[in-house]
């Protein structure tokens, strides 16, 4: 029997360039497209039976809340990137993984050991560079993605009075009713 051998036939739709050029198309509509399909109905509505004045306004005011929906969205995104967000952290305490290299080789690995500690330190300020935000604890730069525990500084302690003895001498009065003078 005859072996059959398939025609090499490169269809311009399935071509690679063509695959590859519509798997990274936007497959989201946005509000230009929803106004592209509303113009398209329009344009291609049956002049006999127009469309009802009430389908029409109910697809005006959803192209108006696509539109705002869409104008949110892109607010809340800059709201995410600015400061607002990350500079309430400063004053707060925040804990960080950090490494430590001992200087000592994984002879299997061939790669340095590491020893992750936890470190913890005072938000001083927030430091945005290339659009990433970072809090500056002393003199360390940590990428906010990193910080892994935030919470409230510990109160400071009350300092003690001068003297140190805790008697009575300084600002405090002696206590009234009893004492060198009342009899």
């Known amino acids: 029997?005859?072996?059959?051998?398939?025609?090499?036939?490169?269809?311009?739709?399935?071509?690679?360039?063509n695959v590859q050029r519509a798997s990274k198309k936007d497959t989201k509509l946005g509000k230009d497209d929803f106004l592209k399909l509303m113009m398209a109905q329009m344009k291609y509505q049956d002049p006999m039976a127009p469309m009802d004045n009430k389908d029409m306004v109910a697809q005006m005011a959803q192209f108006t809340s696509v539109e705002q929906l869409t104008n949110i969205s892109d607010q809340l995104k800059a709201m995410s990137a600015s400061l607002g967000n990350s500079s309430g952290l400063i004053g707060k305490m925040v804990s960080w993984a950090g490494e430590t290299k001992t200087g000592n080789y994984d002879i299997a690995t061939g790669k340095p050991e590491v020893i992750t500690t936890s470190e913890h330190g005072l938000v001083d300020s927030i430091i945005?560079?290339?659009g990433v935000h970072y809090v500056k604890v002393g003199d360390k730069e940590i990428e906010l993605s990193k910080v892994e525990k935030v919470e409230?500084?510990?109160?400071?302690e009350p300092e003690q009075p001068a003297g140190g003895d805790g008697g009575s001498g300084g600002d405090t009065p002696p206590p009234t009713g009893q004492g060198a003078g009342a009899e």
């Open 1 to 17: 029997m005859a072996e059959v051998i398939p025609p090499k036939v490169n269809w311009p739709h399935y071509s690679t360039e």
């Open 152 to 156: 409230n500084a510990p109160e400071p």
């Open 128 to 130: 945005v560079r290339g």
